[in-house]
């Protein structure tokens, strides 16, 4: 069944013209000096929250018409910890190895999960 209360945020990437460009024209769609400083200041952020798909879409096409690099991207309403009552442990970085045979990145482990090349003795 089709969820219909989704709701959306746009996601600042990056610019497309120069800063100068992209804040005056901005400005003339109704942004603030400051609400344009902290977008630009660390890509990629979220920004224009709670927006309905067609809200989401017009916003986005308002600012790549005035030179940034948007992604819209559906909210979600409940965490997954919210949703199961229990954190996610994510593996650090280290914990992880490439199959030199297949080259999928997993958990490191004696065996390659998908195509079974030893990758431990």
Do not use: W
Not at 15 to 32: C, R, V
Not at 92 to 98: D, Q, V
């Amino acid at each position: 069944m089709r969820e219909l209360n989704k709701n959306y945020c746009l996601v600042f990437l990056g610019l497309l013209e120069t800063p100068e460009t992209f804040n005056q024209k901005m400005k003339s769609i109704g942004f603030s000096s400051s609400d344009i400083e902290s977008i630009i200041a660390s890509p990629p952020i979220p920004f224009r929250k709670g927006l309905t798909l067609r809200e989401a879409r017009e916003c986005a096409d308002a600012v790549q018409s005035a030179g940034g690099r948007v992604n819209v991207r559906e909210e979600e309403s409940v965490t997954s910890q919210e949703r199961t009552g229990k954190s996610v442990a994510i593996p650090p970085l280290e914990s992880f190895t490439l199959c030199p045979q297949c080259g999928h990145k997993q958990v490191k482990a004696h065996t390659c999960v998908r195509c079974g090349f030893i990758l431990q003795s």
